[in-house]
């Protein structure tokens, strides 16, 4: 695992847009794995000034997000597809009928689920996966558990989760319940993970999921079975993995 430690949230940030868009340049059709939050906020905005300097084409690239609440849709202004649109894809060129988010409209979890399967199979390999990490462990949303899922699924938000989401929401009550999100199995089949973490409240989960076992009860302790993993994190969050 390669780690790169940043003085701050902007160092980070470049960091991570540098690693994406190197994957970009040297692989122009590739299919690049992508997630929300505020972690990759400031690498997407990093990704869109590199864009309209001229220095990257976005054309031939194939996306495929992590995850999406169920019951918004695209046009909700929390959905997941919504902030992909605000934050990157609204200002690059990328074919945005090539840029694949699962449905949070579909009420048929199973339905759902099967179709972004198919169309994850259908377009990749992931290239290059970005990552954040909660602070549970979860990638993507997939919480902690008794065992790995494998493939896409509906999952219960756990309490945990929604107190760090509600502060997107005007009230608690507002933030779903579930989510659509890629399976452990199929976020560990990318080509290449990029992890990215800030803040001193990441710092014991990251150096438990690099440091200690691997448990479905930190889903992102898996992440020390890939062969090529790249943690990209502040100071703060890494202090306690770099000692």
């Known amino acids: 695992m390669k780690i790169y430690c940043e003085k701050d949230y902007e160092a980070m940030s470049r960091r991570v847009a540098g690693i994406i868009a190197a994957q970009v340049i040297l692989k122009p059709d590739c299919v690049l ?8 906020e400031g690498a997407y905005k990093e990704l869109v000034r590199r864009y309209q300097a001229g220095e990257l084409d976005f054309s031939k690239v194939t996306s495929v997000n992590l995850d999406e ?3 918004l849709a695209g046009d909700n202004d929390q959905s997941y597809r919504y ?3 605000k934050h990157l894809f609204d200002h690059v060129n990328i074919d945005k009928s090539r ?3 699962p449905d949070g409209t579909e009420a048929d979890e199973e339905k759902s689920c099967k179709a972004y399967n198919d169309i994850l199979r259908r377009e990749g390999p992931v290239d290059l996966q970005l990552l954040g990490m909660g602070f549970n462990g979860h990638i993507g949303f997939n919480e902690p558990d008794s065992f790995f899922e494998k493939e896409t699924h509906c999952v219960a938000l756990t309490e945990s989760t929604i107190e760090a989401n509600k502060r997107f929401f005007e009230k608690e009550e507002d933030v779903p319940r579930k989510a659509y999100t890629m399976g452990i ?4 089949q990318a080509k290449s993970i990029l992890v990215i973490v800030s803040g001193e409240g990441k710092a ?3 150096a438990k999921a690099f ?3 691997v448990t479905p009860q930190v889903p992102a302790s898996i ?3 890939h062969k090529d993993v790249t943690l990209v994190g502040d100071q703060a969050a890494l202090g306690k993995l770099l000692g």
């Not at 794995?33 to 990759?40: F, I, K, Q, V």
């Open 204 to 206: 014991d989960i990251v």
């Open 69 to 71: 609440y169920k019951g």
């Open 83 to 85: 902030f992909m649109n």
């Open 185 to 188: 199995g199929n976020i560990m």
């Open 223 to 225: 992440l020390q079975f």
């Open 33 to 40: 794995g992508l997630a929300t939050g505020s972690s990759p």
């Open 211 to 213: 440091q200690g076992p």
């Open 99 to 101: 840029t694949f988010v």
